[in-house]
């Protein structure tokens, strides 16, 4: 039941962000699927979730926007193989204790109440 859940929650989220990089929507939907795919076959646990975020469409727009479809795929290799070396080298257990402070006062910064007139 949850499978099914994220992926209608999941698909039309995947169009949007197709549309709004600039690319067609089936391009969006095979990133989704493609990617779903993926994330369920190379690992994680049983308590992770593979999906689209929300908070990357400002990097695909703008690079798509500035690159073109061509160098949004470019970008999208260079980073696996980035992400990839840092697994292999376990150099991921070195950035949680840096990023701790950083991420949360981002994060209480965003959630702190606005004032209308602000």
């Known amino acids: 039941m949850a499978a099914l ?3 209608i929650a999941a698909l039309p989220l995947s169009m949007a962000f ?3 990089s600039g690319v067609n929507p089936a391009r969006g939907l095979y990133t989704a699927i493609v990617g779903g795919f993926l994330v369920s ?3 994680g646990s049983r308590f992770q979730i593979g999906g689209p975020a929300g908070a990357f469409i400002v990097l695909v727009a703008a690079t ?3 690159y073109g479809v061509d160098g949004l795929l470019v970008t999208v290799i260079m980073s696996g193989a980035l992400l990839t070396l840092l697994g292999i080298s ?3 257990r070195c950035f949680p204790w840096r990023c701790r402070l950083p991420c949360r006062a981002g994060w ?3 959630c702190r109440p ?3 007139t602000a």
């Open 108 to 110: 209480r910064a965003f």
């Open 114 to 116: 606005r004032s209308p």
């Open 5 to 7: 859940t994220v992926a």
């Open 41 to 43: 076959a190379l690992g």
């Open 64 to 66: 798509v926007a500035h």
């Open 90 to 92: 376990r150099l991921g």
């Open 18 to 20: 197709g549309v709004a």
